[in-house]
């Protein structure tokens, strides 16, 4: 079975950093993974996502320019660095695999994590 986690969460001031990572299981690391959130009362929005080895990526508007999807190989990870946040970047951040595409749509995705609370203070 496949399974997916997140961690690296936490609150941080506007302005500040934060360094979300994905680990999969149980599946061959030749795989999409796409990084979605979602806040109180809001659906679930694309965020970012990456291809395998890493060498496209796909970004949803409010993110681009803040922040980075890449592959960390020495550790097996993908990771979402997130700079400059704002407070409207809050939301549980869910990281999602799928064997099949690139892709900034939820349902193409098949396997997805617990989520992690990034909360953004003002």
């Known amino acids: 079975q496949v399974q997916v986690g997140e961690s690296g969460g936490g609150l941080v001031q506007a302005g500040g950093s934060l360094e979300l990572s994905c680990t999969v299981s149980?599946?061959?690391?030749?795989?999409?993974v796409g990084w979605f959130r979602q806040a109180p009362g809001k659906e679930r929005e694309f965020v970012a996502a990456?291809?395998?080895?890493?060498?496209?990526?796909t970004y949803a508007a409010p993110v681009k320019g803040r922040f980075t999807i890449s592959r960390d190989n020495v550790r097996a990870m993908v990771l979402l660095n997130m700079n400059n946040v704002k407070p409207e970047d809050t939301a549980v951040y869910y990281c999602?695999?799928?064997?099949?595409?690139?892709?900034?749509?939820?349902?193409?995705?098949?396997?997805w994590g617990q989520g992690t609370q990034v909360t953004v203070s003002s």
């Open positions: 999602a695999v799928n064997y099949r595409t690139l892709s900034r749509d939820e349902r193409d995705y098949d396997y």
């Open positions: 149980g599946g061959t690391f030749s795989n999409y």
């Open positions: 990456v291809s395998w080895p890493g060498t496209r990526t």
